[in-house]
Every structure is written in structure tokens, then in C-alpha cells.
């Protein structure tokens, strides 16, 4: 599934008319984050805001390494991200980075908490697509999706929306697709979403 823009407290976003079809986003698109309001949206709070949508740019837990910067958006190159989130996923994740790894521009990498091989997979994966691949750490364990995940706050390092929204952060293109580590992509979703951001 494919998601327009930044993720909201208890949902992943807001898929895009054509996103939702095609598999693509242009970041900003959608009226949620990024490039199409970017400019108009910081307020004191380290909140970044659109009419109802905000997006927390400081965790509550004081984790300054992990805070999203307030220019984020700025400077992004034509192209597209690939971003891929990555818990436990030694079985599938080497075949899901090999999918997508002809069609991206750049693959953001962010492993939570993982405790099987899936870091020493990614690694080298990493090392055989210098330039193209960046990974991140990130050590504190989501809150699992599911009838309590709206008591975790939205500015919480625990909660899936900032995470997706700290990953988001780490990408330098001008459009996103965001992946799971057990997604093995078909060889002609990237011919077309190469197509539509034409």
C-alpha cells in the first residue's frame, strides 16, 4: 500500500488517488506534508501543520538524536525514495531490497529492534550498493498496530506515525513509495511508476 504525504497518528497516511493504483507519492502531494505547503508550516511547538494534519518534528521523550529537522522537506531532488522500515525480517527483506533496488533512486533503510540476522543482510546489501542505500537505527520498540495503538501519543518515538515520519525524513527525493520488508515487488511497478512521475 502506498501512502501520500506524512503518517498520522493511528493511520499510515492518506493513500492518493493515483498512489493508491499505481504505487507512488510525491512528497507534499495530498495537502499532508512536504513540498506543497512546506514553506507555511512550522509553529513553535516543533509541530508541522496543514489544516487538520500535523506532524510532530520533536519526540516527547526528549531523544534529541531522534527529532525530525524543521527543514526537512527542503532541497529535494527530482526522483524517488524508497523507504523501507525493517523488524525481523532476515527471510524476505534481501529479496524485497533486490526488487527495488534498480528502479529507486536512493532505498532509506530503518531497522527497529531487530534481533535475527536482518542488520548483517542489510549490511551487506548496503555495502554492494554504495551511494544508493543509507541505513538508520532506530532503537525503540513501536507500539503494535491494533485497538490500544491510539493511547501511544502521536509525538511519541514509540508510535508508528512518528517513526514513519522519521524514516520519511531521512529521504532526499522528490517522490516516496514506502515499503515493507516482505514486499517483493513485481518488475514492471517500477517502469510505471517511473512513467506517472514523468
Known sequence: MVRRGMARHGKAGKAGRDGARHGMARSGEAGLSGLGWASRGLEWRGVFWQGKATMNLL???????FNIRPDWYKGRA??????????????WCQLALESIVDWCDEIVITLNCCTDRTPEIVERFRAAHVGKVRVYDYPHRIWQMGPR???????????????YNYTQSKSTRSHVVKLDGDLIVFDWLGTEIRRLMA
Not at 519526540?59 to 538524536?65: A, P
Not at 491510539?150 to 512518528?162: G, I, L, Q, T, W
Open 59 to 65: 519526540n516527547r521523550e526528549g531523544y534529541t538524536e
Open 78 to 91: 527530482p526522483g524517488l525514495s524508497a523507504l523501507v522500515r525493517l523488524h525481523n525480517e532476515e527471510v
Open 149 to 163: 495503538h491510539s493511547e501511544c501519543p502521536p509525538d511519541s518515538v514509540y508510535a508508528s506515525a512518528y517513526f
